[in-house]
C-alpha cells in the first residue's frame, strides 16, 4: 500500500502530526520534493522535534526513510538535523535513512543567488525562505545540477562546481556580494558527501521491492498543492511539485501503485512569503487575525516569520481535492476556532462582478477576487484534547460538516490540539481504513 500525503493549502497545515501519527501503521516514510525549506513540528510529550530534511517517520524506531530523487538536499542541513536528531536520542544510521543518488545538491552558491534572485525581483520578490530551493531546481532543470552520485566522484565533483560557480559569480557579484571560491566548496562539500556516501541508495528500486514484500508506504509531501510550480499560484510558488502526481515522479514509482491521497487541511489558511491570498484578514479583520496567530502559534517553523492569516478557502482547497484527487482529508487545528463568535468561510469568488467558476491562472486575477463568504456561528467552547465526534458542541460538528460538503470529500480526521492523542477518526471513513 502507498498512500500519499499532501498539504491542501499553501503549507504548514499539520501534515507534520499527521505523518507522525500515521507513521506507526507503515513500514518507510518517503518525501519526493522539496528540501529543508519545509518545516515540520512533531510533539510527543515533553519533547518537540523540528523536521526540515528529513521525514517526520524518523521520529519512530523501526521505520525506513527515504529521501526521493526529486527532492534538493543541501548535505550541510542534512548532517545538522542528523546531528540534532542524535542529541534527541532517535538513532540515525544509513540502515533507517536512504538517500537517492539521483536527488540534487543544493550548493552554497544555490543560497547566494536565492538572495540575489530576490534582490532583483525587488516588490514582486517571492519571499523564498532563501534556502537555496529555487537556484538548485534551476540548475537540475537547466541540466548542470550536481546530483548526490556526482558528488561521491571527486574529480566530476570539482569540475562542476568550478564550471558552475564560474557562471554562479557572475550575479552574486553584480548584486554586490563577495564571490564564493571553488576550492572552499569543494572542501567542504568533499568531506560532506564522504559522510553521506553509506546513506546513498537507489532508491526508487528499493521502494520497488519493498512494495514487492507488501511493505506500507507513506509518502510525505513538503509544502502544499497551492505552493505547487505548475498548479499554484504562480509565480509565487516553490519550485517543485508538492501534487500527488509529482509523487510518482519524485519517489521513481509507477503512479498505479498508488493507493490512496490524504489531503492535509486546516480550519483556515495561511501563508508565508508573498503572492495572492484571497481571504486574508485584513484591515477590520486583523484582530481575528491577530487572535488565530497566537492561539495557533502561527510563526514560520524554520524562517519564524509571523504567517499571514485568513478565513477556510473552499474554492482553493475544492481546487486542491480536485488536482490531488483526495479519498479522504484531515482537518487540523479546530481548536485554534474555539475562541471566535463568528467564521467566515469562502464558498465562491467573484472578479468585475462576475462569478469565477475555476481557481485563475493569474495571480493578479487572484489578487482582485472578491470572495464571497457564509457566516456560520462559532462554538464559543473548548474542543481543545477532544477524541470523540460527539463530544463536539454542535456548531463545531456543522462548521465540519460545512466544510467537508463545500470540497466534496470526506473528513476522516479532525485534530484538535498538537498531541498524538488529541485526535479524532471517523468511523467507517476512507481515513479509518488507513489506520488499520
Ligand atoms: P522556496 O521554497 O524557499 O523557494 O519559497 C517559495 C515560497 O514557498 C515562499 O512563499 C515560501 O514562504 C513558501 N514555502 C516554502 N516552503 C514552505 C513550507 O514548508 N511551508 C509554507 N510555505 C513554504
Not at 509523487?247 to 512569503?273: D, E, F, K, M, N
Not at 487575525?289 to 502559534?297: D, T, V, W
Not at 460527539?390 to 466534496?408: C, H, K, M, W
Request: charged share 25%.
Amino acid at each position: 500500500m502507498i498512500i500519499v500525503i499532501i498539504g491542501a493549502q499553501w503549507g504548514d497545515e499539520g501534515k507534520g502530526k499527521v505523518v507522525d501519527l500515521l507513521a506507526d501503521r507503515f513500514d518507510i516514510v518517503a518525501r519526493y520534493q522539496g528540501g529543508h525549506n519545509a518545516g515540520h513540528s512533531v510533539y510527543v510529550g515533553e519533547k518537540a522535534f523540528v523536521l526540515r530534511l528529513l521525514p517526520s517517520g524518523i521520529i519512530h524506531e523501526g521505520k525506513t526513510c527515504v529521501l526521493g530523487n526529486g527532492m534538493v538536499i543541501d548535505p550541510k542541513a542534512f548532517f545538522e538535523e542528523v546531528d540534532q536528531m542524535q542529541e534527541q536520542g532517535i538513532s540515525v544510521t544509513p540502515e533507517r535513512l536512504k538517500v537517492s543518488s539521483r536527488a540534487h545538491l543544493i550548493m552554497p552558491y544555490h543560497r547566494a543567488l536565492d538572495h540575489t534572485s530576490e534582490e532583483r525581483l525587488g516588490n514582486e520578490k517571492i519571499g523564498t525562505t532563501l534556502r537555496g530551493i529555487g537556484p538548485a531546481y534551476e540548475d537540475k532543470a537547466g541540466r548542470r545540477g550536481i546530483r548526490v552520485s556526482d558528488a561521491l566522484v571527486p574529480e566530476l565533483l570539482k569540475s562542476r562546481i568550478e564550471r558552475n560557480l564560474a557562471e554562479a559569480n557572475r550575479v552574486i557579484v553584480l548584486f554586490g556580494r563577495p564571490p564564493l571560491y571553488a576550492d572552499e566548496i569543494y572542501n567542504e562539500i568533499s568531506v560532506l558527501a564522504e559522510r553521506l556516501r553509506p546513506f546513498v541508495c537507489e532508491t526508487s528500486h528499493f521502494l520497488s521491492e519493498a512494495g514487492k514484500e507488501n511493505k506500507k508506504i507513506l509518502l510525505e509531501g513538503a509544502q502544499a498543492t497551492l505552493l505547487d510550480v505548475d498548479h499554484g499560484t504562480y509565480p509565487y510558488v516553490t519550485s517543485s511539485n508538492p501534487t500527488a502526481g509529482g509523487a510518482a515522479v519524485g519517489a521513481g514509482i509507477p503512479p498505479h501503485h498508488i493507493s490512496g491521497v490524504l489531503g492535509i487541511v486546516r480550519t483556515y489558511t495561511t501563508r508565508v512569503g508573498e503572492g495572492p491570498f484571497p481571504t486574508e484578514m485584513l484591515d477590520k479583520e486583523e484582530d481575528v487575525a491577530n487572535l488565530i496567530r497566537k492561539r495557533g502559534n502561527e510563526y514560520g517553523s524554520v524562517t519564524k516569520r509571523p504567517r499571514r492569516c485568513g478565513w477556510f478557502d473552499a474554492v482553493a482547497t475544492k481546487y486542491a481535492a480536485q488536482l490531488n484527487g483526495f479519498n479522504s482529508v484531515a482537518l487540523t487545528k479546530l481548536d485554534v476556532l474555539d475562541a471566535l463568535d463568528e467564521i467566515k468561510v469562502c464558498v465562491g469568488y467573484e472578479i468585475d462582478g462576475e462569478k469565477v467558476d475555476t481557481f485563475p491562472a493569474v495571480s493578479l486575477d487572484l489578487r482582485q477576487i472578491r470572495p464571497i463568504y457564509e457566516t456560520l456561528k462559532g462554538w464559543k467552547s473548548e474542543t481543545l484534547g477532544m477524541t470523540k465526534l460527539e463530544d463536539l458542541p454542535t456548531q463545531a460538528r456543522e462548521y465540519v460538516e460545512f466544510l467537508s460538503n463545500s470540497i466534496g470529500v470526506e473528513i476522516g480526521l479532525i485534530s484538535t490540539g498538537p498531541e498524538r492523542d488529541q485526535t479524532i477518526i471517523l468511523p467507517d471513513s476512507v481515513m479509518e481504513s488507513w489506520f488499520k
